[in-house]
């Protein structure tokens, strides 16, 4: 079944939800994070998931689209929930933890969008940059069981 949305311009969307609130959560935890290989880790996320951002925006504006903003309330709870899960465990196995659960929660539902909107015609360059989103996501989330 087709959506009335063009599944390329869904995916772009999907894609740049998704690394800004991956990007808005990496760095609500870095206050919390004492180890400094650790830090460094996050930290180059960071800057990856900001570069993955920009040729997302790049590919939306080149189609006429433009990117939108996570809502207030989805990044104040997505913050909340971080805090709390923080609380909760605030060791560096713990963060570790959160952070590489988040990455595949992050790379399952892209890739899920991935998957139904390549089946409706999704442009190439885009379901590419997609697949090399989900595999850093997935390389980050194993690379953080190094701190476990």
């Known amino acids: ?11 772009l969307s999907s ?4 690394l800004r609130v991956g990007c808005d959560n990496l760095c609500s935890v870095t206050p919390k994070i004492s180890d400094r290989f650790m830090l460094t880790s996050v930290t180059s996320q960071i800057e990856k998931y900001s570069e993955f951002s920009k040729r997302t925006t790049d590919l939306m504006r080149a ?24 609380l909760a465990d ?12 988040g990455n ?15 089946r409706e015609g999704c442009d190439q360059e885009v379901t590419s940059l997609c697949r090399d989103v989900i595999g850093y996501q997935l390389r980050e989330a194993d ?3 190094d701190f476990m």
């Open 90 to 101: 605030s060791s560096r196995s713990g963060i570790a933890g959160m952070i590489s659960r």
């Open 63 to 86: 189609r006429d689209q433009y990117p939108k903003e996570p809502s207030l309330l989805s990044r104040l709870a997505q913050r909340g929930s971080v805090a709390v899960e923080t």
């Open 104 to 118: 595949v929660r992050g790379a399952t539902r892209l890739g899920q969008t991935l998957e139904k909107c390549r």
């Open 15 to 18: 894609m740049y939800k998704a």
């Open 1 to 11: 079944m087709k959506t009335t949305e063009d599944p390329t311009g869904e995916l």
């Open 143 to 145: 690379k953080m069981k």
